[in-house]
Nanobody, 118 residues
């Protein structure tokens, strides 16, 4: 069983920055792709960013150029650096780990709230 714990959420003014962290309970980055999703009030959960086992990344169009996903294998931690934040970025942000293939498995964190407001 893998536990994912997010941190770093909070209240930020438009145009500001935040860095979210997701700490995994065990070393999984060699077998799991890691990602961030978010869910705004009254909306469905949506994809934000992913970093693959090999280190390549992809982003939702809505955050491309503003958000950066990275990982620290030694710390079992994934980060989401969020810059130029907008009110529409307000959401609960969830960390996700997925292992594909025959023994596919995925895990979710409990989320961290990000609020962008003046």
């Amino acid at each position: 069983q893998v536990q994912l714990v997010e941190s770093g959420g909070g209240l930020v003014q438009p145009g500001g920055s935040l860095r979210l962290s997701c700490a995994a309970s065990t070393s999984i980055f060699s077998t799991y792709h890691m990602g961030w999703y978010r869910q705004a009030p009254g909306k469905q959960r949506e994809f934000v960013a992913r970093i693959y086992i090999g280190g390549s990344t992809n982003y939702a169009d809505s955050v491309k150029g503003r958000f950066t996903i990275s990982k620290d294998n030694a710390k079992n931690t994934v980060y989401l650096q969020m810059n130029s934040l907008k009110p529409e970025d307000t959401a609960v942000y969830y960390c996700h780990a997925v292992r594909t293939g025959t023994y596919g498995m995925d895990y979710w964190g409990k989320g961290t709230l990000v609020t962008i407001s003046s």
